[in-house]
C-alpha cells in the first residue's frame, strides 16, 4: 500500500502512472496542479485532486501530509527553485522517498552526434537539471532522479536503465516504459535509491531521436 502525490497531475506520464497504481485497490494518488477540474476524469475512491501551485511552499507541504511518496513529473529543467520548493515541503511534512523527472545530458553524459544535438535542444536546461539534481543529493531526501531520452507515444515498456557515471544509450523512450519505471520504484522504494538513473529504448541509437 502507498499513499503517492504527483505533482503536475495532468501531464501524460502522471495519468499512465495514476493508472498503474490505482490497478492496487489498497493505493491512493493524490494528483496536485494548477487546475484539479482538468483531472475530474481520473477522480474516485483512490484518487484525490488538488489544485495548487508547485512553487506554493505552504499548500504543497498542505497536500503532503500522510503521503509515503512523490513523483515530479513535470521535469526539473524549467526552475531549481521548483525542485528546492519540493525539497523543502518535503522536510517541513516529513516526507523522504521523491522520485524527480529531469533531462538526459545534465551529467554531459550523452556521446557523439546524438549529444552533441541533445545540447543544442536542450540549452541551458541542462544547467538547471543538473542544479537541481545537486539540489536533491544534497539534502536529506531518499531521491531517485530520472534522465529520461526524448519521449514517445509508443505502446511499449521496452526500457533500459544507465546509472550516473555512465554513458547514456538509446535516443528515445515510450512514456508507457517511464510509467513502468516509476511503478517500480513506488512498489519497491529501495528500488535506485539515492540514484540517477538514465531510461531509454534498446536500440534506439542514433544521431537524432527515433
Known sequence: MANVLILGGNGAIARLVTANLTANADNHVTLYLRNADRVSDLVNAQVTAVTGDVLDESALTTAMANQDIVFVSMGATGTVKLTETVIAAMQAAGVARVISVNDLGIYDEVPGKFGEWNKQMIGKGAQVGKASDDALVASNLDYTTLRLAWLNNRDNTDYELTQKGDPFKGTSVSRKSVAAVVTKIIANP?????????????????????
Do not use: C, K, L, V
Open 190 to 210: 529501495t528500488f535506485a535509491s539515492r540514484a540517477s538513473i538514465g531510461i531509454d529504448q534498446p536500440g534506439t541509437d542514433g544521431d537524432t531521436p527515433m
